[in-house]
């Protein structure tokens, strides 16, 4: 446990500086800019009637029991 938390500790305040260390030494971990360029419709678009008419259902029950919203209104 104390391993653990002293792992933690180095991490959160050296992070940065491990993160360079690392892309020096292993160029191909390197995280770099990433643009996406694909056509993804909608997420209602994408759904198939079956997973539309449960997404439907899931918000009422959301709205309706929890009265708190998980998606916006259309």
Same mark, same amino acid.
Not at 23 to 43: K, Q, R
């Given at each position: 446990?104390?391993?653990?938390?002293?792992?933690?500790?180095?991490?959160?305040?050296?992070?940065?500086?491990?993160?360079?260390?690392?892309?020096?030494?292993?160029?191909?971990?390197?995280?770099?800019?990433? $643009?996406? #360029?694909?056509?993804?419709?909608?997420?209602?678009?994408? !759904?198939? =009637?079956?997973?539309?008419?449960?997404?439907?259902?899931? $918000?009422? #029950?959301?709205?309706?029991?929890?009265?708190?919203?998980? !998606?916006? =209104?259309?």
């Amino acid at each position: 446990m104390l391993f653990a938390l002293l792992v933690l500790t180095i991490v959160f305040f050296f992070g940065k500086l491990l993160e360079k260390c690392i892309a020096v030494c292993f160029p191909s971990v390197a995280i770099g800019n990433i $643009e996406l #360029n694909e056509s993804i419709d909608n997420y209602w678009a994408a !759904l198939d =009637d079956e997973d539309r008419k449960w997404s439907t259902r899931e $918000e009422e #029950n959301a709205r309706a029991l929890l009265t708190s919203k998980i !998606l916006t =209104d259309a």
